[in-house]
């Protein structure tokens, strides 16, 4: 995003496109796309922010990179029963984006909870969330507006 927003001597442009709120363990996260003109070049974010005490934290997913994400979580989702039946002391299976967003799940006492963490650096920048269904919900929400809005260019 930094690539399209800091460009000198260029009109830069922002739209949001608010989505559902995503539902975590300790709160809500606000989620929108946001679509960014700037010059000639146009781009789609699926952002997710998170509240926090002394700021918010906020990751924002390219579209090309949203699809790798769906991708990345159907197979994880698909590995979450077995990892809980090997019933270890603990678990931990992710995917990583280039710029640091994480999506993964980690098994404990028999369970599984699935996070997100928004930033590559700091503390406080993870969302837990226990329901998979609500994460992938999300995410096809957001890949489905980016194609709305992209074809009404």
């Known amino acids: 995003m930094e690539t399209f927003a800091s460009k000198t001597g260029v009109i830069t442009k922002f739209t949001d496109t608010k989505l559902n709120n ?3 363990s300790y709160s809500n996260a606000k989620t929108r796309i ?3 003109s700037s010059g000639e070049l146009i781009a789609y974010f699926y952002q997710i922010e998170k509240p926090g005490k002394y700021g918010s934290s906020t990751a924002s997913i390219e579209y090309s990179d949203l699809l790798e994400v ?4 159907k197979i994880l989702k698909g590995q979450v029963d077995t990892d809980i039946k090997k019933n270890p002391d603990y678990l931990e299976n992710k995917f990583i984006t280039e710029d640091g967003f994480q999506l993964g799940y980690f098994v404990n006492k028999g369970k599984a909870t699935c ?3 928004l930033e590559k650096y700091g503390s406080d920048k993870t969302l837990y969330i226990k329901d998979f269904n609500k994460i992938e919900s999300n995410f096809n ?3 489905n507006k980016i194609e709305e809005l992209k074809s009404k260019e």
């Open 22 to 24: 995503l539902k975590t």
């Open 34 to 36: 946001r679509k960014l």
């Open 70 to 73: 769906i991708k990345a979580f």
């Open 115 to 117: 996070y997100l963490k």
């Open 141 to 143: 929400e957001a890949k």
